[in-house]
């Protein structure tokens, strides 16, 4: 189950440990799955039953759930088809980059950021995707204050804005990382004084963000990682590739 930048690293790895990899993304954005021989590739959401189907289908034998840091539940949906199926299933979780030192304010949800960024008191640039969009929206519409999103450049994404109620004019699109130029123009060009985010690590483009905002003098509100399970769940490929091939 992939979908970051490092999928193609993570299915070449297991390719070349001699795996069949059957590589599966949610959405048709472009996607890097790796160049070997033994990697395939398919496209759309699955649910639990769905996957359930898959893997008895394809005849897969274990799951390495690769989503993004805040995709808990597309996780949880690949551990319960595990234990369905009886096959094994590990999670990698790309590390966090975020300290407390960077100067950042935790808060342990969206409703919670929501209501500390509106707070503040100046215009929100939220770049946290497309979904959870309501808490901001409401505190906007509440305060008068502006809220810009930043989403992907993909139409469910921008429509999920529009139906939320962003203005066209208040919703960025692009595909990150962005730059510390980048960042920082958009910030200065939109008069953002809260920048809203999650702590998606090095290649989710955190720390040219957090950078930017300092230059700035822009508040950062990052949103807490939810809580992983305890067992096979790594942050390093090749302890999950080792640990892959004692699980038999």
């Known amino acids: 189950m992939g979908g970051t930048s490092e999928t193609a690293l993570i299915a070449e790895t297991l390719a070349n440990a001699g795996y069949e990899v059957l590589v599966s993304t949610a959405t048709e954005i472009p996607q890097n799955t790796g160049r070997h021989k033994a990697i395939r590739h398919r496209i759309g959401r699955l649910t639990e039953k769905g996957m359930v189907k898959l893997i008895h289908h394809k005849g897969i034998r274990a799951i390495v759930a ?4 805040y995709a808990s539940e597309s996780r949880e949906t690949a551990f319960r088809a595990a234990e369905t199926t009886g096959i094994y299933c590990a999670s990698y979780v790309r590390p966090g ?7 950042v304010r935790w808060v342990a949800s969206h409703e919670e950021a929501a209501a500390e960024a509106f ?11 497309s979904s959870n969009l309501t808490p901001y929206t409401r505190e906007a519409a ?9 989403v992907l450049p993909q139409s469910h994404s921008v429509d999920a804005c529009r139906r939320a109620g962003i203005p066209e004019y208040r919703i960025i699109t692009g595909k990150g990382p962005f730059s510390v130029e980048e960042n920082l123009r958009q910030i ?4 953002i004084g809260v920048l809203v985010t999650k702590d998606s690590g090095t290649a989710g483009g955190v720390p040219e963000k957090v950078k930017a905002a300092q230059l700035a003098g822009c508040a950062v509100l990052a949103v807490a990682r939810p809580v992983e399970p305890q067992d096979n769940v790594f942050d390093d490929i090749s302890q999950l590739v080792e640990q892959l091939n004692n699980s038999g």
């Open 66 to 69: 690769a989503t993004h840091p």
């Open 97 to 103: 980059v975020l300290r407390d030192e960077d100067g």
């Open 119 to 129: 707070r503040i008191g100046a215009p929100v640039l939220l770049t946290t995707g």
């Open 142 to 150: 509440r305060t008068g204050i502006a809220l810009f999103a930043r």
């Open 188 to 191: 200065r060009e939109h008069g």
